[in-house]
Every structure is written in C-alpha cells, then in structure tokens.
C-alpha cells in the first residue's frame, strides 16, 4: 500500500520503551533516506535490491553506528554463525554502489512521471506514490526523504482480473516478485500474498526500473488499453 511511516515518531515511542528501532530502508537506500540520523538504532538492506541495482545479488546489510552496543553482538553472530556473504557477492555489493547515486536519480524520476501517467488514466482508480502530491504520505516523505523513490502501486477498476490482464498484456515491464533492479518489475501482489493479504485484489506494484520513462508509460496505457478493449470489467 505504499504507506508512509514517520521514522523518527515510532523511534520516540521504541526509545520511550527502552526498546530499540529498526528500520527496514532498502526502499529508499541510503541515497533517499537516513533513518540513523533521525533516531534508529540500527538500519537493514537487502542489498539484493537496489544496492546491488543488477537482480544478479543476494544479501543483507544491517549498519550500526560506531558506538552502538548492537556492534559486538553482530559480529559475535558473523564470526561464530559464519553468516556472511561470499568474497564475489561482496564485490558485486560493491560494484552496486559505485552507481547507486545516479541509479536512484533515475528511478526516481522514472517513478514520478509513471505516477503522474497512471494518475490521468481512466481504469485506474488509485496510484499509490508518496510523490503525488494527493497522497497522505506526500508530506512526511518530503520531510524525510530526499525524493519519493521508484516504489508505486495502482488499483485497477474491475479487481483481480482486470489486474491479471494488464499485467499479462505488459511486453516491457515484466511479469516478477523483486524490485530495485535495472528492469521495471510488476506483480499482483495480493496473488503473492496469498489468501491473508490485505491487498486489494486489482493492486498491481511496480518497480520502476531505468528504461526510458516514456517506454514504460507506453507500455502501461497499451496493457489498461487493452483490457478496455477486451471488455474485462
């Protein structure tokens, strides 16, 4: 649903606890988003998403500030447990961030005019995207973001099987369960989830990968255009 959380408010609340906050920010990455410096104690990446920017990675990341009491524990875990990564999948972690700035520079504005497109179409009742002004996550994530990310979801009208059809229609977005790679990726998410999500059943998320914004846009409004076509209600 492409919810918007206030980072440092549920940080207050853990602290108040005595408990810690942890945030999940594989999202937004460290270029959108620094959830250390406005109040969590420790950050979590898959850098298999947008980190490794390649769908050729899998990993983790947990980062903790230089003084953290979780510092100790951690490694205690990577030297006892042996859950590290593979010296090659490292180097592909690292081959990742050397483009990441301008990678997420991409997907962002990608993402945006994606949004907006969705937005105008007529069998589409909702887009999901913090950087619609529309949203009600739009504010917090201009406080806390430096731009909205490449992450959207839109409702199609007429359900499940409206979604399936514009989803099997795609020819350049492509039909799969990741993100943050160099290819945009659509899912039906509540098909994913199975019978207990709570998403509605003609959500279709997107990642929105580095074609050629206008190429994705395209593709889209041929799929919804289509189905029109075909009749599915």
Not at 23 to 50: C, F, R
Not at 72 to 79: G, N
Not at 213 to 227: K, R, S, Y
Request: proline letters at 5%; one cysteine or more.
């Amino acid at each position: 649903m492409i919810r918007v959380v206030d980072i440092a408010a549920i940080c207050a609340i853990a602290h108040e606890a005595n408990a810690l906050a942890v945030v999940d920010n594989t999202w937004a990455t460290p270029v959108l988003q620094l959830p250390l410096e406005i109040g969590a104690d420790a950050v979590m990446h898959s850098a298999t998403k947008y980190i490794g920017g390649h769908s050729d990675l899998m990993a983790g990341v947990v980062i903790v500030p230089n003084a953290s009491p979780l510092g100790r524990p951690l490694r205690m875990v990577q030297k006892h447990k042996g859950s590290v990564a593979a010296p090659f999948d490292c180097w592909l972690a690292l081959r990742g961030l050397q483009t990441l700035p301008v990678r997420m520079r991409a997907h962002c504005e990608g993402a945006q005019k994606v949004a907006e497109a969705l937005a105008s179409h007529p069998r589409v009742e909702k887009v999901l995207f913090p950087g619609l002004q529309t949203d009600p996550g739009h504010d917090l994530a201009t406080r806390q973001m430096s731009h909205y990310g490449a992450m959207l979801s839109f409702i199609v009208e007429g359900g499940a099987d409206a979604a399936m059809a514009v989803a099997g229609r795609l020819k350049i977005v492509v039909r799969a369960t990741s993100l943050g790679g160099t290819h945009s990726l659509i899912e039906h998410r509540a098909s994913v989830e199975g019978a207990k999500s709570k998403a509605p059943g003609g959500l279709l998320r997107i990642s929105v990968g580095l074609e050629h914004p206008q190429d994705i846009i395209d593709d889209l409004m041929q799929a919804l255009g289509e189905t029109c076509k075909a009749g599915v209600q």
